[in-house]
């Protein structure tokens, strides 16, 4: 009898430390679950503030480019008029609608608004905006010179990469390049 006693005394002390095991598990469980539903909407707040950047970023860039790849077609067909012996007939035309064209880029670009980007992120895409518009006001000139030398030009369209750069890599993109996106 006493065996039994010890046996059952052995047995219920086993049931209660195993409820009492099971109980910490669910309680420790719960709590991990809450913790894990926490880190992983966390997460997905992360993730989704990061493809809202990256989405942001580029709309605006393409915006940009959008924007000024008309104007820059035709003051590209002009510089390669210039330097075509055989296009001498269309120099005038092309001049002046490069001319134009350079303008008008000055005030589409003015027009542009920049959105869904925090504020410093919206200060330094306006800067790059600046340097571009910049861009066009020296082609507005180097186009109505004798001698065409769109150089300075150049040189602002690749300070705006420069300003555009640290925000695409911040948010894990490639570095843009206007100059090939508007060509």
Do not use: W
């Not at 948010?171 to 390049?177: R, S």
Request: proline content about 2%; glycine content about 4%.
């Amino acid at each position: 009898m006493k065996k039994i006693f010890i046996l059952f005394a052995m047995l219920l002390a086993l049931v209660l430390t195993a409820c009492g095991q099971t109980q910490n598990t669910t309680d420790s469980s719960n709590g991990g679950d809450t913790n894990a539903e926490e880190t992983a909407e966390k997460k997905d707040d992360g993730e989704n503030d990061e493809a809202a950047i990256k989405k942001a970023l580029l709309s605006n860039y393409l915006n940009v480019a959008k924007t000024v790849r008309p104007y820059q077609t035709k003051i590209n067909m002009y510089v390669e008029s210039v330097n075509n012996p055989e296009a001498e007939a269309t120099i005038e035309t092309t001049k002046e609608d490069a001319i134009t064209a350079a303008e008008e880029a000055v005030k589409a670009i003015e027009g542009i608004k920049v959105e869904d980007l925090d504020e410093d992120k919206t200060a330094t895409f306006n800067d790059a905006l600046t340097e571009l518009k910049g861009a066009y006001e020296a082609y507005a000139k180097a186009l109505g010179e004798e001698e065409i030398d769109v150089a300075a030009a150049e040189e602002k369209i690749n300070a705006t990469n420069e300003k555009l750069t640290p925000l695409f890599e911040d948010a894990g993109l490639h570095a843009p390049n206007l100059a090939k996106e508007i060509n």
